[in-house]
T-cell receptor, first 114, second 114 residues
């Protein structure tokens, strides 16, 4: 157990819908990262938050947004869902804002868009 | 843009043999290079990392080498065992706008044949 908690584990929804994925980082970690892993693909960086503020942005679609709350949990909002958004979404956390320390991954949320 | 290239995409070895996975990166300012192992259906987990001030690091059967001049780094697994079968991802800190983010390679599916 990495200490990073993601909910839900599985999510099935229809095209055009909106979903929210939740991540609770390890105790003491201020930095949260979101990654998308499509079938047979690598980990695509989406966005990073540190202590409530957006720190870095990757290949995140405009239909996607995220935020980090005062209690440091983070949510990834995916809207106007398309079939191609089906993927495993991972959250990771680390102590520092710079990605040169170990990032601990959650178990992921498997999103299926039908 | 800045990226990380990983080869091979699949690798099969006999139990007891060695496995080598190679990655190249484009950002000459990168200074942190972790390797993650992802077993089927599970989260990525850090197995070893190396920083730019050293050329090699070992941890039991696993070693990583770094050539900063050539901008490539490699993962070496000796005396492979069936439980080493997994997808391995290399990563490097890559510049992205005003921040540096951890960018992953596309992964290598390692299969250790008994």
């Amino acid at each position: 157990d990495s200490g990073v908690t993601q909910t839900p584990k599985h999510l099935i929804t229809a095209t055009g819908q909106r979903v929210t994925l939740r991540c609770s980082p390890r105790s003491g970690d201020l930095s949260v990262y979101w990654y998308q892993q499509s079938l047979d693909q690598g980990l695509q960086f989406l966005i990073q938050y540190y202590n409530g503020e957006e720190r870095a942005k990757g290949n995140i679609l405009e239909r996607f947004s995220a935020q980090q709350f005062p209690d440091l949990h983070s949510e990834l909002n995916l809207s106007s869902l398309e079939l191609g958004d089906s993927a495993l979404y991972f959250c990771a956390s680390s102590v520092t804002p710079d990605p040169d320390t170990e990032a601990f991954f959650g178990q992921g949320t498997r999103l299926t868009v039908v | 843009g800045e990226n990380v290239e990983q080869h091979p995409s699949t690798l099969s070895v006999q139990e007891g043999d060695s496995a080598v996975i190679k990655c190249t990166y484009s950002d000459s300012a990168s200074n942190y290079f972790p390797w993650y192992k992802q077993e089927l259906g599970k989260r990525p987990q850090l197995i070893i990392d190396i920083r730019s001030n050293v050329g090699e690091k070992k941890d039991q059967r696993i070693a990583v080498t770094l050539n900063k001049t050539a901008k490539h780094f490699s993962l070496h697994i000796t005396e492979t065992q069936p439980e080493d079968s997994a997808v391995y991802f290399c990563a490097a800190r890559i510049s992205s706008g005003s921040a540096r983010q951890l960018t992953f390679g596309s992964g290598t599916q390692l299969t250790v044949l008994p």
